[in-house]
């Protein structure tokens, strides 16, 4: 069952018509193809967070100068496409598994790794003087059932206990006095940490960085073919083959099986789904008493994410489908139209403005991983599972220490060894099963 995300007959797409692509501003300069044979130090194949982040840190602090190839437009994929949320996470174990395989010390080490992902877009953002609308600092986690209440006060104690992280619990009188009112909301986790960001805003500034700094980025460039002359990686191009000493795959959830040995069967393409409802009105924010612009989650497994814009529209998305087709795009977005609406019947009848899909990367321990092949020549930075904003700019950075030839210790979680899926062939089917799985323990659980 082939599971390839990407048409790469198709080179130079245009973006997919999301609110972010509308209201970024002009697409950045200077990006062209590779239309001659190239020789270059390193090349990073994926225009997105990571492989720009890769390129923004060689240029600036070890004066290497690598080459971004990118099948489409730069931000094409889901750098393009989130939600734009900036959050503390890796991966999808929770910290008392993280405590039990290794021990706190660690667990804090992989933990530290999460808000340092943040410190680093947040410093990046200062440092380069990006427009990208960022929002007040924290986050909210709605409580989706009344029983979830316990296990956030709970949380809320070993984060403060173990990781120094603030937390205030929000009973449902208090988060309706002084957030929103949801019909599927019994009260909140409110964390002090993390933000969100204008997603394409972020992904043109982090290019246009590493541009100053001598970075070239090349679009409409995919990479049709890889293969090996001596020490040397030749990617095929449609116009041109680019001739890399190192060559980092930085491609995430639109990385095609036949890429390379070390993908193929270990990565499983999840689609997200995001509605943005046209600008609210003074009675209809008041309506639901919509009074944050604070990043909002809920505590499904299959989450919810949603967040009032800055010009006060409501971002709303989930994930959920299997295919990228027509008939399906038109199904999921009248279903997120529907649980909108469900949650908020008061705005029911707002319009939705935008609709659009991508691909989040996800891998069979449901973690993210950075490493290096059996080939030392050949590295990766993939999986983010929905926390890419942040752990995709981090990993940049620790790929760019890395390539630069300094010594880098990604911590016991990342650095796992990236594993294959049992019988890949049938990722889709598992993904049917998991799915089904989930949404019965949101229902009755």
Not at 27 to 47: C, K, M, N, R, Y
Not at 135 to 150: D, Q, S, W, Y
Not at 318 to 330: K, Q, S, V
Not at 362 to 389: I, Q, R, W
Request: net charge positive; aromatic share 10%; with cysteine.
């Amino acid at each position: 069952m082939p599971l390839n995300p990407i048409d790469l007959s198709r080179a130079g797409a245009p973006h997919v018509g999301s609110y972010w692509a509308v209201t970024a501003g002009d697409e950045v300069s200077g990006v062209v193809p590779v239309t001659e044979d190239l020789d270059v130090d390193i090349a990073i194949i994926g225009g997105g967070y990571t492989g720009l982040s890769t390129a923004y840190h060689l240029a600036r602090d070890h004066g290497v100068a690598a080459h971004v190839l990118e099948a489409n437009r730069i931000g094409w994929g889901c750098s393009g496409r989130n939600g734009g949320f900036c959050s503390i996470g890796i991966g999808k174990e929770d910290f008392e598994t993280w405590v039990r395989r290794w021990g706190i010390d660690q667990a804090r080490t992989v933990f530290e790794m999460g808000r340092e992902a943040v410190r680093t877009v947040r410093g990046l953002v200062t440092d380069e003087g990006f427009d990208v609308e960022m929002t007040p600092e924290g986050g909210l986690e709605l409580a989706h059932k009344a029983n979830r209440m316990p296990g956030f006060a709970t949380r809320s104690q070993m984060l403060h206990d173990l990781f120094g992280v603030e937390t205030r619990l929000l009973d449902r009188a208090a988060l309706e006095r002084d957030y929103l009112v949801s019909r599927e909301a019994h009260g909140a986790l409110l964390y002090s940490e993390g933000f969100a960001l204008h997603a394409m805003r972020y992904v043109r500034g982090l290019a246009e960085a590493a541009q100053r700094r001598g970075a070239v980025l090349h679009g409409s460039s995919p990479v049709t073919e890889w293969r090996r002359d001596g020490e040397r990686h030749l990617l095929v191009t449609p116009r041109g083959t680019v001739r890399a000493r190192q060559v980092v795959i930085a491609t995430n959830g639109y990385t095609n099986d036949s890429l390379h040995p070390r993908t193929n069967g270990r990565l499983l393409p999840v689609l997200s789904n995001i509605i943005v409802t046209r600008p609210l009105t003074a009675a209809e924010r008041e309506s639901v008493n919509w009074q944050t612009y604070l990043k909002i989650w809920d505590s499904r497994r299959l989450l919810f994410y949603y967040r009032l814009l800055p010009d006060n529209r409501v971002l709303f998305g989930a994930r959920g489908g299997i295919h990228d087709t027509p008939t399906a795009n038109r199904k999921q977005k009248a279903w997120l139209q529907r649980r909108f609406a469900d949650m908020f019947p008061p705005l029911s009848g707002v319009d939705t403005d935008f609709f659009w899909r991508g691909w989040v990367c996800a891998s069979y321990d449901k973690n993210p991983h950075l490493g290096t092949t059996d080939d030392p020549t050949v590295h990766y930075a993939l999986a983010y599972l929905g926390t890419g904003v942040a752990l995709s700019t981090l990993c940049g950075r620790l790929l760019a220490t890395r390539l630069g030839g300094g010594a880098v210790d990604a911590g016991p979680l990342l650095s796992q060894p990236l594993p294959p899926f049992p019988f890949p062939r049938f990722r889709r089917l598992y993904q049917r099963a998991a799915y089904s799985y989930y949404a019965l323990q949101d229902r009755l659980l």
